[in-house]
């Protein structure tokens, strides 16, 4: 009989997989939103973060650059001999003898064009003031001051310019520096005096009318005492039938100016 044989087994069969689904590619970000972010960063303000981050960074470019500028000058004498260090030395030393010497000399010049500058003010100055002076005294320029103003009435018109020449000279006497006659003359050192046909007095040729009105600048109290002086002015005056009249002030204007004469004979001595 033949042999019985079993029926070979029979694997299960395999489970059924499930489908696999294709993998989603990612999509590609939209181009506008991407410019969008990317010119926000370029105009966005910085923060402060950011300042101090880039001021940093500058500091550290500048300490950088001096720091090789500096390894650079030392490197430039590592090399060097020490004869030429000290021809070196010697050269610098001589250029900062030669520097003081020219900043004492500078110094120097600069003291003598002070001392000069300030000479030569005070001799302007001093020519200043006697120009002023002489221009006074010669009557061609206005002055101020302290003086009296003498006013003569004379009703009978009996003064004469010998009596108004006596009180210029009482004043000439006492110290007056400028005088003036009714504000219109100005009496200086070749002033004269005269009578006119008509009664009157001329002064330097130009008719001064009656009351006389002198005014004179000068030491106020002395000038008083030399018009009212027992015998003088005032006694003059009033035997004529006339009055003097003195009055004291702290300032006298005398703007009357002479006009300027060249000396006929005089010349400047040698």
Not at 72 to 93: F, I, K, P, T
Not at 193 to 209: A, F, M
Request: proline fraction near 7%.
């Amino acid at each position: 009989m033949p042999d019985a044989t079993p029926p070979p087994e029979q694997s299960p069969p395999p489970e059924q997989q499930p489908e696999q689904q294709p993998e989603q590619q990612p999509q590609a970000p939209d181009s506008a939103a991407a410019w969008s972010r990317l010119r926000h960063a370029l105009t966005a303000r910085p923060s402060r973060g950011q300042w101090v981050v880039a001021l940093l960074f500058v500091v550290l470019g500048f300490t950088a650059v001096t720091q090789v500028r500096s390894t650079n000058e030392e490197d430039a004498y590592l090399g060097a001999r020490r004869s030429e260090l000290v021809q070196l030395l010697d050269s610098l030393d001589a250029a900062y003898d030669r520097l003081s010497q020219q900043r004492s000399e500078l110094a120097a010049t600069q003291r003598n064009l002070q001392q000069d500058s300030e000479s030569n003010e005070a001799a302007i100055e001093e020519i200043r003031k006697s120009a002023d002076a002489l221009a006074i005294l010669a009557g061609t320029a206005p002055a101020v001051g302290p003086g009296i103003t003498v006013t003569i009435e004379d009703p009978d018109q009996t003064v004469t310019s010998s009596t108004l020449l006596n009180a210029i000279e009482e004043l000439r006497d006492a110290g007056a520096e400028a005088i003036q006659v009714n504000g219109v003359v100005r009496v200086v050192a070749q002033t004269y005096l005269t009578d006119s046909t008509e009664g009157g007095v001329r002064i330097d040729g130009r008719e001064v009318k009656r009351p006389f009105v002198i005014e004179a600048i000068g030491d106020a109290h002395t000038l008083e005492q030399a018009m009212l002086f027992r015998g003088g002015l005032a006694d003059q005056v009033e035997a004529l039938g006339g009055e003097v009249a003195v009055e004291q002030s702290d300032l006298i204007e005398v703007t009357a100016l002479a006009e300027e004469r060249e000396p006929e004979y005089a010349q400047p001595a040698p």
